[in-house]
């Protein structure tokens, strides 16, 4: 079953926050975050194990809430090559290592 | 490293028609995922293969096939083509498949289906 992600779409002006959100129906095990641009490859962000970590790279950070079978993804201080599409993938706790992707989050940061 | 690659990278098919699509990973990697990508509906799971075999697979009609062969180069098969079959396909590779592996995408094929 496919996570559900919120918003759907979202722009942004640049230096300005988001946080983009991932809703699972079933316990989760782990939580991947990718990022992809237009034309391109999903590009991965980070992945945030069962644990409620919270994980960072430069000014994107995530988190991981367990109990909530949620994932929180925020973008800090928006820069332009932000834009693209948001996926989270998710895996539950009897999944065997199968990675299901939400439906994604589009962001577009303005100048 | 070489990176995923995807072949072909375009394709145009008619309804009825199979087709079959190519994924090699990066060296040493022995997992192999196939995803779906249409818009609106995000990255539909297919199927993974990890040393030959196929490992989990997603809710698709058994006209999507695929295989991996002993040097980790996986194809994907579709037969009797639908128009609803027009999409994006990605491959996505990782060392060992397990679940603290980020996975490397392909480019992708670009299906049309006419």
């Known amino acids: 079953q496919q996570p559900v992600q919120s918003p759907q779409a979202v722009i942004l002006r640049e230096g300005e926050d988001a946080v983009i959100n991932c809703s699972s129906s079933?316990?989760?095990?782990?939580v991947h975050w990718y990022r992809q641009k237009h034309g391109e490859a999903p590009v991965f962000l980070m992945i945030?194990?069962?644990?409620?970590e919270q994980k960072g790279h430069e000014k994107i950070s995530a988190s991981f809430n367990e109990k909530k079978q949620q994932s929180s993804l925020y973008l800090t201080a928006s820069q332009l090559s932000y834009s693209g599409t948001y996926f989270c993938?998710?895996?539950?706790?009897?999944?065997?290592?199968?990675?299901?992707f939400g439906g994604g989050t589009r962001l577009m940061v303005k100048p | 490293k070489a990176g995923v690659t995807q072949t072909p990278r375009y394709l145009i098919k008619t309804r009825g028609q199979q087709v079959t699509l190519s994924c090699s990973p990066i060296s040493g990697h022995r997992s192999v995922s196939w995803y779906q990508q249409t818009p609106g509906q995000g990255l539909q799971f297919l199927f993974e293969y990890f040393s030959e075999t196929q490992r989990n697979k997603g809710n698709f009609p058994g006209r999507f096939s695929g295989r991996q062969f002993s040097n980790s180069r996986s194809e994907m098969n579709v037969s009797t083509l639908e128009l609803g079959d027009s999409a994006l396909y990605l491959c996505a590779s990782r060392p060992g498949g397990s679940t603290n592996e980020k996975l490397f995408f392909g480019s992708g094929t670009q299906l049309s289906v006419l």
């Open positions: 993938g998710t895996e539950g706790n009897n999944a065997g290592n199968m990675l299901t």
């Open positions: 945030l194990l069962k644990g409620g």
């Open positions: 079933k316990a989760l095990y782990s």
